[in-house]
């Protein structure tokens, strides 16, 4: 079973190779693509000293978003024969251990979509500002009461994609917003054309290295998203 892995990366030329380590160490098959927003080459010259075999890497002049890397990568990993398809960010937020039972649990049981929640009972958020974790949570509950999808986290970028939900992604998303909005557009696109989707607990480590790539220009574009993303829900529900 090949997996691909897509992990988008923004100033993160301190934690790449670790990361990028940690994931060959599993002994998976993998195929690995870095798309990379720094407005330097200080990412790419850390991924340079890795071994290159089933690691590609793109680096894009100007800071394209977060949902956008997502589908550049799922594009590039589509014609590469494989199975399943994970998005995991670059900063050890999300555990690359994981990675196995996630594709594991989407295999076994079929499912198109499967999230790393951080809002289930089992799951654990570590070293998060109290802002920043009610910002999140509120944002999750606003995300599931506008679009009604039964999940507890939209916008943790933990996620296992099967070939299905991937074509329809590249093909469908990235036309209501770029960054971060991306995440619950590929969500309702995915659950509203009847596409399997589901949960698991997991454990969110905030980031100890690197720079985030939230800003305020984010967060506005996120909200408004929101609301063009309600209008595709309709659509879906009307049909």
């Known amino acids: 079973m090949?997996?691909?892995v897509?992990?988008?990366?923004?100033k993160e030329h301190e934690s790449i190779a670790d990361l990028i380590?940690?994931?060959?160490?599993?002994?998976?098959e993998t195929e690995i693509v870095v798309v990379d927003d720094s407005p330097d080459l200080k990412t790419v010259d850390a991924l340079a000293r890795l071994d290159q075999s089933r690691l590609k890497i793109i680096h894009r002049e100007n800071k394209g978003g977060?949902?956008?890397?997502?589908l550049v990568g799922l594009g590039y990993?589509?014609?590469?024969?494989?199975?399943?398809?994970?998005?995991?960010?670059?900063?050890?937020s999300h555990p690359p251990a994981q990675i196995p039972e996630l594709v594991e649990m989407a295999r076994a049981n079929q499912i198109d979509l499967l999230i790393a929640s951080r809002y289930l009972p089992e799951s654990r958020i570590l070293n998060w500002p109290f802002s920043r974790r009610l910002f999140s949570f509120a944002s999750n509950k606003l995300a599931r009461l506008v679009l009604g999808v039964p999940i507890s986290d939209y916008t943790n970028g933990f996620r296992v994609y099967s070939p299905k939900a991937a074509s329809i992604i590249v093909s469908e998303c990235g036309r209501l917003g770029v960054g971060?909005?991306?995440l619950s557009e590929i969500l309702v696109n995915v659950y509203y054309r009847g596409l399997r989707v589901a949960e698991i607990p997991t454990k969110f480590v905030n980031r100890v290295r690197g720079e985030s790539?939230?800003?305020s220009s984010e967060i506005k574009n996120?909200?408004?998203?929101?609301?063009?993303?309600?209008e595709l829900k309709n659509r879906f529900k009307n049909e």
């Open 66 to 70: 977060r949902g956008s890397a997502v």
């Open 77 to 92: 990993l589509r014609g590469l024969g494989v199975d399943w398809y994970v998005e995991l960010d670059a900063d050890f």
């Open 213 to 215: 790539s939230l800003n």
């Open 6 to 10: 897509v992990i988008p990366s923004y």
């Open 21 to 28: 380590a940690s994931i060959r160490a599993l002994g998976m």
């Open 2 to 4: 090949k997996v691909g």
């Open 180 to 182: 971060f909005i991306a």
């Open 222 to 230: 996120a909200l408004q998203g929101l609301f063009k993303i309600r």
